[in-house]
Protein backbone atom coordinates (compact mmCIF):
# COMPACT_ATOMS: atom_id res chain seq x y z
CA UNK A 1 0.00 0.00 0.00
CA UNK A 2 1.43 3.52 -0.85
CA UNK A 3 1.63 5.93 1.86
CA UNK A 4 -0.46 9.00 2.35
CA UNK A 5 2.54 10.91 2.75
CA UNK A 6 6.21 9.86 1.94
CA UNK A 7 9.09 12.37 2.93
CA UNK A 8 12.72 11.99 2.08
CA UNK A 9 15.53 13.93 2.60
CA UNK A 10 13.12 17.29 2.58
CA UNK A 11 15.29 20.66 3.22
CA UNK A 12 14.16 24.13 3.46
CA UNK A 13 16.89 27.04 3.91
CA UNK A 14 15.68 30.41 4.50
CA UNK A 15 18.22 33.58 3.85
CA UNK A 16 21.29 31.39 5.34
CA UNK A 17 19.07 29.96 8.39
CA UNK A 18 18.44 25.87 7.76
CA UNK A 19 14.71 25.45 9.02
CA UNK A 20 14.03 22.11 8.18
CA UNK A 21 17.32 19.91 8.06
CA UNK A 22 16.94 16.65 6.01
CA UNK A 23 13.63 15.06 6.85
CA UNK A 24 12.76 11.53 6.14
CA UNK A 25 9.32 9.95 7.17
CA UNK A 26 6.19 8.40 5.94
CA UNK A 27 2.36 8.40 7.12
CA UNK A 28 0.02 5.55 5.74
CA UNK A 29 -3.63 6.13 5.06
CA UNK A 30 -5.86 6.42 8.15
CA UNK A 31 -3.05 7.02 10.55
CA UNK A 32 -2.83 9.62 13.27
CA UNK A 33 0.37 11.26 12.82
CA UNK A 34 2.17 13.66 15.50
CA UNK A 35 4.64 15.78 14.37
CA UNK A 36 6.17 17.28 18.10
CA UNK A 37 8.54 20.03 19.05
CA UNK A 38 9.08 23.06 20.61
CA UNK A 39 7.93 26.62 19.12
CA UNK A 40 10.27 27.45 16.30
CA UNK A 41 11.35 23.49 15.87
CA UNK A 42 10.11 23.41 12.37
CA UNK A 43 7.17 21.59 12.36
CA UNK A 44 4.84 24.68 10.31
CA UNK A 45 7.51 25.03 7.53
CA UNK A 46 7.47 21.06 7.19
CA UNK A 47 3.31 21.74 6.73
CA UNK A 48 3.54 24.21 4.60
CA UNK A 49 6.22 22.48 2.25
CA UNK A 50 3.51 19.43 2.29
CA UNK A 51 0.55 21.75 1.49
CA UNK A 52 1.92 23.25 -1.59
CA UNK A 53 2.98 26.50 -0.14
CA UNK A 54 6.50 26.56 -0.02
CA UNK A 55 8.98 25.27 -2.12
CA UNK A 56 12.10 22.97 -0.58
CA UNK A 57 15.34 24.09 -0.73
CA UNK A 58 15.91 20.05 -1.40
CA UNK A 59 14.42 16.74 -1.24
CA UNK A 60 10.86 15.25 -2.38
CA UNK A 61 7.59 15.19 -0.55
CA UNK A 62 4.83 12.90 -1.83
CA UNK A 63 1.25 13.55 -0.72
CA UNK A 64 -1.65 11.60 -1.59
CA UNK A 65 0.35 10.09 -4.95
CA UNK A 66 1.41 13.78 -5.77
CA UNK A 67 5.08 15.89 -5.56
CA UNK A 68 3.97 18.45 -3.22
CA UNK A 69 6.39 21.04 -5.26
CA UNK A 70 5.68 20.16 -8.91
CA UNK A 71 1.94 19.22 -8.61
CA UNK A 72 0.89 21.48 -5.33
CA UNK A 73 -2.76 22.46 -7.10
CA UNK A 74 -3.30 18.38 -7.20
CA UNK A 75 -2.02 18.13 -3.77
CA UNK A 76 -4.14 20.57 -2.58
CA UNK A 77 -7.57 19.52 -3.89
CA UNK A 78 -6.65 16.04 -2.16
CA UNK A 79 -6.09 17.51 1.57
CA UNK A 80 -7.47 19.57 4.16
CA UNK A 81 -5.95 22.45 6.03
CA UNK A 82 -6.25 23.85 9.27
CA UNK A 83 -3.24 26.70 9.90
CA UNK A 84 -1.93 27.76 13.27
CA UNK A 85 -3.71 31.30 12.92
CA UNK A 86 -7.54 30.81 12.26
CA UNK A 87 -8.31 31.88 8.72
CA UNK A 88 -12.11 31.93 9.12
CA UNK A 89 -14.05 35.39 8.32
CA UNK A 90 -15.54 37.08 11.87
CA UNK A 91 -18.20 38.41 10.55
CA UNK A 92 -19.89 35.42 8.65
CA UNK A 93 -21.76 32.48 10.55
CA UNK A 94 -20.05 28.77 11.45
CA UNK A 95 -22.42 27.84 7.87
CA UNK A 96 -21.15 30.68 5.48
CA UNK A 97 -17.45 29.81 6.38
CA UNK A 98 -18.15 26.35 5.73
CA UNK A 99 -19.70 27.07 2.14
CA UNK A 100 -17.88 29.86 1.51
CA UNK A 101 -14.32 27.16 1.88
CA UNK A 102 -16.42 24.37 0.34
CA UNK A 103 -16.45 26.44 -2.79
CA UNK A 104 -13.21 27.45 -3.19
CA UNK A 105 -13.00 23.45 -4.36
CA UNK A 106 -15.64 23.86 -6.56
CA UNK A 107 -18.34 21.87 -4.93
CA UNK A 108 -22.26 22.11 -6.34
CA UNK A 109 -24.57 23.80 -4.11
CA UNK A 110 -26.66 20.79 -3.13
CA UNK A 111 -23.60 18.88 -1.79
CA UNK A 112 -22.60 21.54 0.22
CA UNK A 113 -25.99 22.15 1.95
CA UNK A 114 -25.67 18.03 2.30
CA UNK A 115 -22.20 18.00 3.81
CA UNK A 116 -22.92 21.38 5.97
CA UNK A 117 -25.11 19.09 8.29
CA UNK A 118 -23.08 16.26 8.05
CA UNK A 119 -20.10 18.09 9.39
CA UNK A 120 -21.70 20.04 11.75
CA UNK A 121 -23.17 17.27 13.37
CA UNK A 122 -20.14 15.47 13.01
CA UNK A 123 -18.26 18.56 14.67
CA UNK A 124 -21.31 19.09 17.42
CA UNK A 125 -21.74 22.41 15.78
CA UNK A 126 -25.39 21.87 14.42
CA UNK A 127 -26.27 24.55 17.15
CA UNK A 128 -24.06 27.28 15.98
CA UNK A 129 -24.49 27.64 12.34
CA UNK A 130 -26.09 30.94 12.50
CA UNK A 131 -23.82 32.47 14.63
CA UNK A 132 -21.09 34.66 13.64
CA UNK A 133 -17.88 33.37 14.00
CA UNK A 134 -16.34 36.73 15.91
CA UNK A 135 -18.61 35.79 18.75
CA UNK A 136 -17.65 32.28 19.10
CA UNK A 137 -15.10 31.44 22.07
CA UNK A 138 -11.40 30.43 21.12
CA UNK A 139 -12.31 26.85 21.33
CA UNK A 140 -15.30 26.51 19.68
CA UNK A 141 -13.79 29.35 16.28
CA UNK A 142 -11.25 25.88 16.57
CA UNK A 143 -13.66 23.71 15.96
CA UNK A 144 -15.10 25.70 13.44
CA UNK A 145 -11.89 25.65 11.30
CA UNK A 146 -11.83 22.16 11.43
CA UNK A 147 -14.97 21.94 10.12
CA UNK A 148 -13.92 23.77 7.17
CA UNK A 149 -11.01 21.93 6.70
CA UNK A 150 -13.12 18.84 6.14
CA UNK A 151 -15.93 19.54 4.45
CA UNK A 152 -14.62 18.71 0.94
CA UNK A 153 -13.73 14.92 2.61
CA UNK A 154 -10.16 15.57 2.11
CA UNK A 155 -7.89 12.09 2.04
CA UNK A 156 -5.51 14.17 4.33
CA UNK A 157 -5.76 16.93 6.98
CA UNK A 158 -3.25 18.96 8.38
CA UNK A 159 -3.54 20.36 11.63
CA UNK A 160 -1.14 22.88 12.84
CA UNK A 161 -1.26 23.33 16.40
CA UNK A 162 -5.04 22.63 16.48
CA UNK A 163 -5.72 22.99 20.16
CA UNK A 164 -3.12 25.78 20.91
CA UNK A 165 -4.95 28.06 23.34
CA UNK A 166 -7.99 25.85 23.91
CA UNK A 167 -9.48 24.68 27.26
CA UNK A 168 -8.30 20.85 28.71
CA UNK A 169 -12.09 19.84 28.15
CA UNK A 170 -12.39 21.26 24.40
CA UNK A 171 -8.72 19.89 23.81
CA UNK A 172 -10.92 16.08 24.48
CA UNK A 173 -13.58 16.52 22.36
CA UNK A 174 -11.32 17.60 19.74
CA UNK A 175 -9.33 14.92 19.95
CA UNK A 176 -12.42 12.82 20.11
CA UNK A 177 -13.29 14.48 16.54
CA UNK A 178 -9.73 13.75 15.01
CA UNK A 179 -10.39 9.60 16.05
CA UNK A 180 -13.26 9.83 14.46
CA UNK A 181 -11.83 10.81 11.28
CA UNK A 182 -8.92 8.16 11.34
CA UNK A 183 -11.22 5.51 12.22
CA UNK A 184 -13.34 6.37 8.67
CA UNK A 185 -10.28 6.42 6.99
CA UNK A 186 -8.68 9.76 6.52
CA UNK A 187 -4.87 10.51 7.53
CA UNK A 188 -4.47 13.19 10.22
CA UNK A 189 -1.17 14.66 10.34
CA UNK A 190 -1.00 16.88 13.34
CA UNK A 191 1.66 19.21 14.96
CA UNK A 192 1.51 20.08 18.77
CA UNK A 193 4.04 21.08 21.69
CA UNK A 194 1.32 19.70 23.64
CA UNK A 195 3.29 16.31 24.59
CA UNK A 196 0.51 14.86 26.24
CA UNK A 197 -1.58 15.21 22.77
CA UNK A 198 0.83 12.85 21.42
CA UNK A 199 -0.20 9.61 23.05
CA UNK A 200 -3.75 10.32 20.71
CA UNK A 201 -0.97 9.76 17.81
CA UNK A 202 -0.31 6.21 16.32
CA UNK A 203 3.26 7.22 15.37
CA UNK A 204 4.92 10.38 15.78
CA UNK A 205 8.28 12.09 14.81
CA UNK A 206 10.14 14.55 17.03
CA UNK A 207 11.96 17.48 15.80
CA UNK A 208 14.12 19.72 17.49
CA UNK A 209 16.53 22.42 15.27
CA UNK A 210 14.80 21.46 12.13
CA UNK A 211 15.67 17.57 12.50
CA UNK A 212 13.84 14.69 13.18
CA UNK A 213 15.87 13.14 16.46
CA UNK A 214 13.12 10.18 17.46
CA UNK A 215 10.59 8.58 15.13
CA UNK A 216 8.08 5.99 15.39
CA UNK A 217 5.02 4.09 17.02
CA UNK A 218 4.54 5.80 20.69
CA UNK A 219 5.33 2.83 22.44
CA UNK A 220 8.26 1.81 20.51
CA UNK A 221 9.54 5.34 20.84
CA UNK A 222 8.88 4.98 24.98
CA UNK A 223 10.82 1.73 24.92
CA UNK A 224 13.55 2.56 23.15
CA UNK A 225 14.83 6.06 24.93
CA UNK A 226 14.05 4.50 28.70
CA UNK A 227 16.15 1.24 29.20
CA UNK A 228 15.72 2.51 33.58
CA UNK A 229 12.13 2.93 35.03
CA UNK A 230 10.74 6.57 36.02
CA UNK A 231 10.18 7.25 39.11
CA UNK A 232 6.86 9.56 40.28
CA UNK A 233 6.88 11.44 42.65
CA UNK A 234 4.49 12.78 45.33
CA UNK A 235 4.63 15.35 47.76
CA UNK A 236 2.83 17.67 49.60
CA UNK A 237 5.13 20.67 48.11
CA UNK A 238 5.68 20.30 44.67
CA UNK A 239 7.15 23.49 43.63
CA UNK A 240 9.59 23.23 46.69
CA UNK A 241 10.26 19.58 46.16
CA UNK A 242 11.17 20.40 42.30
CA UNK A 243 13.50 23.57 43.38
CA UNK A 244 15.17 21.42 45.61
CA UNK A 245 15.72 18.36 43.68
CA UNK A 246 16.62 20.54 40.36
CA UNK A 247 19.70 21.90 42.20
CA UNK A 248 20.85 18.00 42.22
CA UNK A 249 20.26 16.84 38.94
CA UNK A 250 23.61 15.75 37.98
CA UNK A 251 23.37 13.49 40.78
CA UNK A 252 19.66 12.66 40.52
CA UNK A 253 18.63 12.80 36.62
CA UNK A 254 16.15 14.57 34.96
CA UNK A 255 13.28 16.43 36.54
CA UNK A 256 9.61 17.51 35.18
CA UNK A 257 6.29 18.14 36.37
CA UNK A 258 3.27 16.36 35.52
CA UNK A 259 0.20 17.82 37.82
CA UNK A 260 0.72 17.27 41.52
CA UNK A 261 3.49 15.22 41.05
CA UNK A 262 7.10 14.89 39.60
CA UNK A 263 8.69 12.70 37.17
CA UNK A 264 12.66 11.94 37.57
CA UNK A 265 14.38 10.08 35.16
CA UNK A 266 17.04 9.02 36.95
CA UNK A 267 21.08 8.77 36.50
CA UNK A 268 21.81 5.94 38.85
CA UNK A 269 20.04 2.49 39.79
CA UNK A 270 16.57 2.22 40.81
CA UNK A 271 16.88 1.70 44.31
CA UNK A 272 19.91 4.06 45.11
CA UNK A 273 17.74 6.55 42.87
CA UNK A 274 14.95 6.39 45.52
CA UNK A 275 17.56 6.06 48.48
CA UNK A 276 18.93 9.59 47.07
CA UNK A 277 15.34 11.50 46.51
CA UNK A 278 13.95 10.88 50.08
CA UNK A 279 17.57 11.31 51.69
CA UNK A 280 17.45 14.91 49.65
CA UNK A 281 14.10 15.92 50.33
CA UNK A 282 14.46 15.04 54.08
CA UNK A 283 17.31 17.08 53.96
CA UNK A 284 15.65 20.18 52.76
CA UNK A 285 12.50 19.78 55.19
CA UNK A 286 10.46 18.97 52.20
CA UNK A 287 8.01 15.75 53.14
CA UNK A 288 7.88 12.68 50.32
CA UNK A 289 5.02 10.06 49.90
CA UNK A 290 5.05 7.62 47.41
CA UNK A 291 8.05 6.93 45.12
CA UNK A 292 6.70 4.74 42.31
CA UNK A 293 7.74 3.41 39.21
CA UNK A 294 5.62 4.99 36.35
CA UNK A 295 4.69 4.93 32.56
CA UNK A 296 7.13 7.80 30.74
CA UNK A 297 5.34 9.69 29.11
CA UNK A 298 6.01 11.62 25.51
CA UNK A 299 6.94 14.54 27.44
CA UNK A 300 9.70 12.65 29.42
CA UNK A 301 11.07 11.40 26.23
CA UNK A 302 11.76 14.67 24.67
CA UNK A 303 13.04 16.22 27.67
CA UNK A 304 15.63 12.89 27.59
CA UNK A 305 16.03 12.47 23.55
CA UNK A 306 16.38 16.26 23.49
CA UNK A 307 19.21 16.56 26.51
CA UNK A 308 20.96 13.83 25.15
CA UNK A 309 20.91 15.94 21.99
Given at each position: MNPAVSVKKLTKIFNGFTAVDSVSFETQKGEIYGFL??????????????????????????????????????????????PQK???????????????????????????????????????????????????????????????????????????????????????????IIDGLSEKGTTVF????YMDEVEHCHRAALMNNGRIIKEGPITEIKKSTFKKPVFEVETENITKAYNVLGKYREKIGEISMHGAKLHIIPSAGPAAAVRIIRSILKKHGV???????????????????????
Open positions: GANGAGKTTVIRILCGLLEPSSGRAIVAGYDAAKEPEKVKQRLGYMSALYGALTVAENMEFYSGLYGMEENRIKQRIHEVSVQTELQNMLNNPVSALPGGIRQRVSLACAIMHEPEIVFLDEPTAGVDPMLRRRFWEVTTHSAGKITGAEPTMEDVFVKVVREG
